[in-house]
């Protein structure tokens, strides 16, 4: 049995639902919404590149270290982003969050919060993860902030960790939230969701 079983998040008016090949046409619109795939400091894929990216996920599933889910508005079914749990190591009762992005029309939303705020309730609360944990590029400071956002903790910088879509090396920033520290985080993102806006 696989450590992440297939399984629909909802909340607030957004859906995460296992990613499938039927979502190619909505995660290409949202990532046209900015045309976010030019970013070069995130994993968005180009429009052509759109079915094997899915595809790529979909075997990062079977393989069992990701689970990709997208992220839907729960009235339209219109696909707003993308996200997955990653580097799932049972062993540890560890999960990452990454693999995250969102049409340009749904940041600076409740969106993303509500998202994290599902994954991280059924990555403490079902699945009984010790740590999970958020890796990021060291130049892209809004995820950066977004993280922080949450309540993990930086646990450091892995220098040339990774290549970027352009070619160039980049040093990765990790992070990191315990089970001990989830209370905390959660009553955070519940006052953060609850407040007039």
């Known amino acids: 049995m696989a450590y992440v079983e297939p399984?629909?998040?909802a909340a607030r008016g957004i859906e995460l639902v296992p990613l499938t090949l039927h979502h190619e046409d909505g995660l290409r619109a949202a990532a046209f919404d900015g045309e976010l795939w030019k970013i070069r400091v995130t994993s968005v894929p180009e429009p052509e590149q759109t079915l094997s990216y899915i595809e790529n996920a979909l075997a990062m599933r079977?393989?069992?270290n990701r689970f990709a889910f997208a992220v839907t508005?729960?009235?339209s079914g219109r696909v707003l982003g993308c996200t997955s749990y990653h580097d799932i190591v049972p062993a540890l009762k560890r999960v990452e969050i990454g693999w995250t992005w969102y049409?340009?029309?749904s940041q600076r939303s409740h969106v993303n919060t509500t998202a994290k705020l599902l994954l991280l309730t059924h990555a403490f609360e079902t699945l009984?993860?010790?740590v999970v944990g958020w890796r990021t590029d060291n130049f892209n400071f809004a995820s950066q902030a977004a993280i922080e956002r949450l309540g993990a903790k930086k646990d450091g910088v892995l220098r040339g960790h990774?290549?970027?879509r352009d070619g160039t090396i980049r040093d990765t920033v990790m992070y990191?939230?315990?089970v001990g520290e989830w209370p905390e985080a959660k009553a955070q993102l519940?006052?953060?969701l609850d407040r007039p806006r």
């Open 7 to 9: 399984i629909t998040l």
């Open 62 to 64: 079977e393989a069992g």
């Open 73 to 75: 508005d729960a009235t």
């Open 103 to 105: 049409a340009k029309s």
């Open 128 to 130: 009984d993860c010790q």
């Open 162 to 164: 990774a290549l970027r």
């Open 176 to 178: 990191s939230m315990r």
């Open 190 to 192: 519940l006052y953060l």
